[in-house]
């Protein structure tokens, strides 16, 4: 049972390309974003640079998850650590119900007092969002049915792209009618 584990990796190994490939572009626009809102004085870009970072740790996690998963097992573990990949899909699950509750939060509070933004470069930032969520989706779409951690790590780039989506709707909602 071990030999068949070792020869063929876990499914989530067997994506680790594409997972590294999307945890690289998460982090490099968690950079954008930062520095997008914090001139911009977005708040709603500085509130998704918190997100993509809980996003860069959750694909950070299923990375590590899977380097555990290939090691091979031992007398005492004699499943090897393909377990660490379900953890970690837990863990990503858990993360990001705890996300939508305090983006919910915050929502509430940016109603009752609405801050003003440069709309047009959060528009710029938050279209780049876009297009690398897009990507990445992509990239992890075949892996998302083979592994719960591959699972969670779309589901997180998934969230990722809402969140543009809705960031780019703040946008032109700002542009079109000064409503902030």
């Known amino acids: 049972m071990s030999g068949a584990h070792g020869m063929s990796g876990s499914a989530a190994g067997r994506n680790k390309r594409q997972l590294t490939i999307v945890f690289f572009l998460t982090l490099a626009y968690l950079v954008a974003e930062v520095i997008g809102g914090y001139f911009t004085g977005s708040l709603a870009l500085l509130a998704d640079a918190g997100h993509m970072l809980t996003d860069v740790a959750g694909v950070g996690l299923a990375l590590l998850a899977i ?103 703040a946008g032109i909602l700002m542009l079109t009618t000064g409503w902030y």
């Open 67 to 169: 380097r555990f998963a290939e090691k091979p097992a031992t007398p005492e573990r004699t499943y090897g650590y393909y377990r660490f990949e379900i953890l970690a899909a837990l863990t990503n699950a858990v993360v990001l119900i705890l996300i939508s509750l305090y983006i919910l939060y915050e929502a509430y509070f940016r109603f009752l007092n609405p801050p003003k933004v440069e709309s047009t470069t959060m528009l710029w930032v938050a279209s780049v969002g876009l297009i690398i969520n897009l990507y990445c989706m992509y990239l992890l779409r075949q892996g998302k049915s083979e592994s719960l951690n591959m699972k969670g790590a779309y589901f997180e780039v998934l969230s990722d792209m809402l969140t543009s989506i809705g960031v780019i709707a």
